[in-house]
């Protein structure tokens, strides 16, 4: 009876394990997918907000004041409403000193708002978000999200921050209940400044909540984050693969940069001081200048073909060739273009020197 055996795992999808590369990263945040907590966002502009009320109050309540009495004092204002183009002024004016009174406000949660943005993203610019996806308007896509884990825990931090707002609300408002049942004995300015200041109590103490749980929030975010950027080994093999190239252009750059690094090397061969060959497989040039190398160094080295080649140049460039065929074998093997030779070969490369300055 024949037994087959099938590997299970090949049914299985490989989970994300790996840590996400510097690329996948890269990629993510151009495609938009950034590490953001909009509580914490949230928080520091209510924050914000209110202590922009609390600082430009003053500032507020003056213009909202003149604005009040000009509006209910001066009658040459009504009498003058009567044109369309007396009205559009009016109008104007209107929106012109409210625009200063909320300017305060407005101008703080709007730096504080790229401010926080920017420390949590920095700056990214991608169009790639704005993208029509079909899964987006999909019925089918969206009853999923609505049911999706992702959902569920919005809902349950949206529950978490109205129970302990609440609870402090309630409970500072409880705490000051003397303050608001003397509202109605006190002056006009008093229970401004009293409301005032019961407003501000409130919402620093539910900007401090919404901080704290942003923090927690911030912390979830980038949980969740690194777990969507995760992946898996074979996804890291073939970035790897693309990061390599294709094997068969890693070749073809090889073998040009071989083409040019020949190019060069026979440019070099007049420059030489002596050929020494094998004398029909080995050439190998050297030159001897002691203001760049305290001993002689190669200038080009070949086999067979390049040999002949190497000897041909030499020959056209009058460049002395001496047969030396261990010798010749010793430099082919110990030395690389550009490399000094050997100590152990000087004596025997200072002997052929000395015959070739003879000659000359």
């Not at 209510?46 to 000009?70: P, Q, W």
């Not at 369309?84 to 004016?93: K, Y």
């Not at 993208?131 to 825990?153: A, Q, W």
Request: charge should be positive; proline fraction near 2%; charged fraction near 25%.
């Amino acid at each position: 009876m024949n037994k087959y055996f099938i590997d299970l795992q090949l049914f299985a999808s490989e989970e994300k394990t790996e840590k996400p590369t510097a690329k996948k990263r890269k990629e993510a945040r151009e495609k938009g997918q950034v590490l953001k907590s909009r509580e914490l966002t949230s928080a520091f502009l209510l924050i914000f907000a209110f202590l922009s009320l609390r600082i430009f109050g003053k500032y507020m309540l003056e213009n909202l004041h003149d604005f009040t009495v000009m509006i209910f004092s001066d009658d040459n204002i009504y009498k003058s409403l009567y044109t369309v183009e007396n009205l559009s002024i009016f109008f104007m004016n209107m929106i012109i000193i409210t625009g200063k009174i909320v300017a305060p406000i407005i101008g703080t949660v709007f730096v504080m708002a790229i401010v926080i943005n920017y420390l949590q993203v920095g700056f990214l610019f991608t169009t790639k978000t704005l993208n029509v996806k079909i899964s987006r308007i999909n019925p089918i896509e969206g009853f999923k999200k609505i049911f999706s884990t992702k959902s569920l825990v919005e809902l349950i931090k949206a529950t978490i921050k109205i129970f302990i707002i609440g609870y402090v609300v309630i409970s500072y408002v409880r705490n000051n209940m003397n303050i608001i049942y003397n509202l109605f004995n006190m002056e006009i300015n008093e229970i401004t400044k009293n409301i005032g200041s019961l407003t501000f109590g409130i919402a620093i103490r539910s900007g401090g909540i919404l901080l704290l749980l942003a923090i927690f929030d911030y912390w979830y975010q980038w949980w969740q984050h690194e777990k969507n950027l995760k992946m898996t080994k074979q996804e890291i093999k073939q970035e790897h693969k693309q990061s390599d190239g294709d094997p068969l252009i890693k070749s073809k750059i090889k073998e040009k940069q071989r083409q040019i690094a020949m190019k060069r090397m026979m440019q070099d061969v007049p420059k030489a001081d002596v050929i020494i060959t094998n004398p029909t497989h080995y050439a190998i040039a050297l030159e001897y200048n002691n203001e760049k190398y305290e001993a002689p160094y190669v200038l080009a080295k070949g086999k067979d073909i390049v040999a002949q080649k190497i000897k041909e140049i030499a020959k056209d460039s009058d460049v002395p060739m001496v047969e030396n065929k261990l010798l010749a074998r010793s430099l082919y093997s110990s030395c690389e273009v550009g490399d000094s030779i050997p100590e152990e070969l000087y004596q025997a490369v200072a002997e052929v020197l000395a015959y070739v300055y003879s000659l000359k």
